[in-house]
């Protein structure tokens, strides 16, 4: 397909690119529109949020983009509080409480869980949780909004020195054992 005027102009509209960037990247697609534009967004060029320098219509004519969603406001969702409290709701189900052991991933259960058994039945949950450490299981906090959080960086240092203390703890008892026999 060769490269026309036309083309060129539709691609500058969607990309905000100069002539001879369009026109560059629509001979290398071979006049490929659709393919010109996914060039683009792979490059970094245009947005891959489907925003309306993104947009392609397969449609005639010069239909506009739709336009981007938009995000609640306070007033949509029905005051203040209970914005907060469905976007607090949102990311307590989307973040996971995560146990790992040996390089496994043993559970993952959502972060609502994990703050209601903590609350709910903290005489197990706590103990349950440190007897896990002792064991060898690593703890991790992730999702959307935890994933590189200084909670997940406290949990690991936590899990760090349990880790290094149970390992003394072996060292030592089996510096014992070996005292004893030697002994003997």
């Avoid at 071979?30 to 219509?57: C, F, M, T, V, W």
């Avoid at 469905?86 to 996971?96: A, G, I, K, P, W």
């Avoid at 909004?145 to 060292?171: E, F, G, I, M, P």
Wanted: glycine share 8%.
């Amino acid at each position: 397909m060769d490269v026309t005027l036309e083309l060129v102009e539709q691609l500058r509209k969607r990309a905000d690119l100069s002539y001879e960037e369009a026109r560059a990247v629509l001979e290398e697609t071979g006049g490929d529109l659709l393919a010109a534009l996914i060039l683009l967004e792979q490059r970094g060029k245009i947005r891959p949020d489907g925003g309306a320098s993104a947009h392609y219509s397969t449609k005639s004519g010069g239909q506009s983009a739709p336009p981007p969603p938009q995000e609640p406001d306070a007033a949509q969702t029905g005051g203040s509080f209970w914005g907060w409290f469905t976007d607090l709701l949102h990311r307590s189900v989307s973040n996971h409480f995560q146990i790992w052991r040996w390089g496994e991933l043993l559970a993952s259960i959502p972060l609502i869980i994990f703050v209601l058994l903590i609350l709910l039945a903290f005489w197990i949950s706590v103990p349950l949780l440190i007897v896990g450490l002792i064991l060898g299981c690593r703890y991790r906090f992730a999702g959307p909004d935890l994933d590189h959080s200084q909670v997940s960086q406290a949990v690991n240092r936590a899990a760090d020195t349990v880790s290094d203390a149970v390992d003394r703890a072996k060292a030592q008892a089996e510096q014992a054992a070996r005292q004893r026999q030697s002994k003997q």
